[in-house]
């Protein structure tokens, strides 16, 4: 899977869990504030709350989130894959879209 | 390769590091020598368990439908067998790695309450880090259990399962979104 790009996302309740759960890993927040302190992904990541309106992605936000995640050491990365994987695997549609993203990053297998 | 020599010269130069400090310090440093030893023991599970998560996920496969044939499941009991198998290899692919990482950070988390020091190394992989999501794998591996016995023993004998797999591309091969 290449880098995605997603129009107009919505995060449910179980989203935004698990969201806030990835926020906590200070590693992450702070690649990702190196990375990118801007942006719709910062937004998601790093803002005070989890935007409640419709979120668009493009796929530059998803290569530098890959980016960031690699620079974390490969045991935190692998909890937030979990996480996004979990999420990605029980949502559908746009939502589910944007957990794979985070999951799998920019990889092409 | 050339990644897991760096680190063999790394955890060689911890060890060596290790034991010049205890043998320069003396035994009035018991504690102190204690407390650096553990915290060595953590740096080198920590360093063994990230070569193997790499390792493993460089190692995965997208298993081809064929595989699955005469499998009968709904679209959600594919997502939740393949996620927990999926995981369940992971973890067999880790072979014990993961557990003397936790073993290791609890002895240095313990041994530095002992002491009266900050476990500053471990802080990030706290239980709490490390494990607070499970409650859903947790669910993942009940939903799983419903799967009637007969189609679970099945999956669980197919051999490309029991190694790392790509979970959303076999997913895809299977026409599962």
Redesign the interface.
Known sequence: MGCISIDNVKFDQESIRAIEDIKQKKEFAQALNVAMPLGAMANIFLGNRVPEVGVSLAMTDFEVLAKAMKSMPAIQRKVIRDIATMQAIFHMGKESLFWRGIANGCEIH | MVAKFINSILLVFIMSASIGACVAKGPGSLGADAHALTLNKFEIA?MQ???K??KCRKG?V?IPKEVFEGLNLTDKEW??AL?VLG?KAEDACEAGKRGA?VVAASVYRATSRHYHREPVAAI??SED??F??YW??ME?EVDYLKIPKEKRNRLELIPQIQKPF????TLTELGI?
């Open positions: 920590k368990l990230e070569e998560i790499e995965k997208t997502k939740v996620f995981d990482f990030s992989y880090k490390l607070g999501h859903k794998k993942s790509h979970l959303f591309e979104n």
